[in-house]
Nanobody, 117 residues
Framework: QVQLVESGGGLVQPGGSLRLSCAASGITFNTYDMSWYRRTPGKQRDLVASITRGGTTNYADSVKGRFAISRDNAKNTVYLQMNSLKPEDTAVYYC???????????WGQGTQVTVSS
Protein backbone atom coordinates (compact mmCIF):
# COMPACT_ATOMS: atom_id res chain seq x y z
CA GLN A 1 0.00 0.00 0.00
CA VAL A 2 1.38 3.37 -1.06
CA GLN A 3 1.36 6.15 1.51
CA LEU A 4 2.59 9.72 1.31
CA VAL A 5 2.37 11.37 4.72
CA GLU A 6 2.89 15.12 4.95
CA SER A 7 3.82 16.93 8.13
CA GLY A 8 5.13 20.29 9.25
CA GLY A 9 2.23 22.54 8.37
CA GLY A 10 0.76 25.07 10.76
CA LEU A 11 0.23 28.73 11.53
CA VAL A 12 3.10 31.14 10.98
CA GLN A 13 3.42 34.91 10.87
CA PRO A 14 4.32 36.72 7.64
CA GLY A 15 8.06 36.59 7.09
CA GLY A 16 8.36 33.35 9.02
CA SER A 17 9.50 29.89 7.94
CA LEU A 18 8.16 26.37 7.87
CA ARG A 19 9.58 23.07 6.72
CA LEU A 20 7.23 20.52 5.26
CA SER A 21 8.11 16.85 5.11
CA CYS A 22 6.59 14.04 3.07
CA ALA A 23 7.46 10.50 4.06
CA ALA A 24 6.80 7.89 1.39
CA SER A 25 6.20 4.18 1.81
CA GLY A 26 5.14 1.42 -0.54
CA ILE A 27 7.09 2.81 -3.50
CA THR A 28 10.67 2.60 -4.70
CA PHE A 29 11.26 6.19 -3.73
CA ASN A 30 14.40 6.87 -5.76
CA THR A 31 12.59 5.99 -9.00
CA TYR A 32 9.94 8.69 -8.52
CA ASP A 33 9.92 12.38 -9.28
CA MET A 34 8.57 14.24 -6.27
CA SER A 35 6.60 17.46 -6.12
CA TRP A 36 4.74 19.79 -3.82
CA TYR A 37 1.44 21.31 -4.90
CA ARG A 38 -0.91 23.66 -3.11
CA ARG A 39 -4.58 24.50 -3.29
CA THR A 40 -6.55 27.43 -1.95
CA PRO A 41 -10.34 27.33 -1.57
CA GLY A 42 -12.11 27.52 -4.91
CA LYS A 43 -8.95 27.07 -6.93
CA GLN A 44 -7.22 24.17 -8.59
CA ARG A 45 -4.13 22.50 -7.25
CA ASP A 46 -1.01 24.33 -8.49
CA LEU A 47 2.57 23.13 -8.69
CA VAL A 48 4.85 24.75 -6.13
CA ALA A 49 8.12 22.86 -6.60
CA SER A 50 9.41 19.61 -8.02
CA ILE A 51 12.55 17.53 -7.84
CA THR A 52 13.41 14.75 -10.26
CA ARG A 53 14.96 11.40 -9.47
CA GLY A 54 18.27 12.94 -10.44
CA GLY A 55 17.85 15.98 -8.24
CA THR A 56 16.85 18.60 -10.80
CA THR A 57 14.56 21.17 -9.22
CA ASN A 58 11.86 23.43 -10.59
CA TYR A 59 9.84 26.17 -8.88
CA ALA A 60 6.76 28.23 -9.48
CA ASP A 61 7.69 31.84 -10.14
CA SER A 62 5.79 32.93 -7.03
CA VAL A 63 8.09 30.97 -4.71
CA LYS A 64 11.46 31.24 -6.44
CA GLY A 65 14.13 32.45 -4.05
CA ARG A 66 11.96 31.74 -1.01
CA PHE A 67 11.23 28.00 -1.12
CA ALA A 68 13.62 25.08 -1.53
CA ILE A 69 12.73 21.48 -2.31
CA SER A 70 15.06 18.63 -1.42
CA ARG A 71 14.94 14.87 -1.05
CA ASP A 72 16.63 12.25 1.09
CA ASN A 73 16.43 8.94 -0.72
CA ALA A 74 17.81 7.08 2.28
CA LYS A 75 14.83 8.28 4.34
CA ASN A 76 12.26 8.10 1.52
CA THR A 77 11.40 11.71 2.30
CA VAL A 78 10.99 14.93 0.37
CA TYR A 79 11.12 18.33 2.03
CA LEU A 80 9.91 21.82 1.28
CA GLN A 81 11.71 24.59 3.14
CA MET A 82 9.55 27.70 3.03
CA ASN A 83 11.09 31.03 3.99
CA SER A 84 9.83 34.61 3.90
CA LEU A 85 6.28 33.34 3.96
CA LYS A 86 3.49 35.61 2.75
CA PRO A 87 -0.26 35.52 3.43
CA GLU A 88 -0.79 34.44 -0.17
CA ASP A 89 1.17 31.25 0.57
CA THR A 90 -1.76 30.14 2.73
CA ALA A 91 -3.05 26.87 1.27
CA VAL A 92 -3.26 23.14 1.72
CA TYR A 93 0.04 21.68 0.56
CA TYR A 94 0.11 18.26 -1.08
CA CYS A 95 2.96 15.88 -1.75
CA UNK A 96 3.01 14.11 -5.10
CA UNK A 97 5.01 11.14 -6.35
CA UNK A 98 5.11 10.44 -10.06
CA UNK A 99 6.73 7.81 -12.21
CA UNK A 100 5.62 8.92 -15.64
CA UNK A 101 7.22 6.08 -17.57
CA UNK A 102 4.68 3.69 -16.05
CA UNK A 103 1.93 6.29 -15.61
CA UNK A 104 1.86 6.03 -11.83
CA UNK A 105 1.03 8.96 -9.60
CA UNK A 106 0.23 9.18 -5.90
CA TRP A 107 -0.91 11.98 -3.59
CA GLY A 108 -0.66 12.68 0.09
CA GLN A 109 -3.59 13.83 2.21
CA GLY A 110 -2.37 17.41 2.46
CA THR A 111 -1.19 19.67 5.25
CA GLN A 112 -2.55 23.12 6.01
CA VAL A 113 -0.22 26.12 5.97
CA THR A 114 -1.65 29.39 7.23
CA VAL A 115 0.34 32.62 7.07
CA SER A 116 -1.29 35.27 9.19
CA SER A 117 -0.51 37.81 11.85
Amino acid sequence: QVQLVESGGGLVQPGGSLRLSCAASGITFNTYDMSWYRRTPGKQRDLVASITRGGTTNYADSVKGRFAISRDNAKNTVYLQMNSLKPEDTAVYYCNAERSIVALQFWGQGTQVTVSS
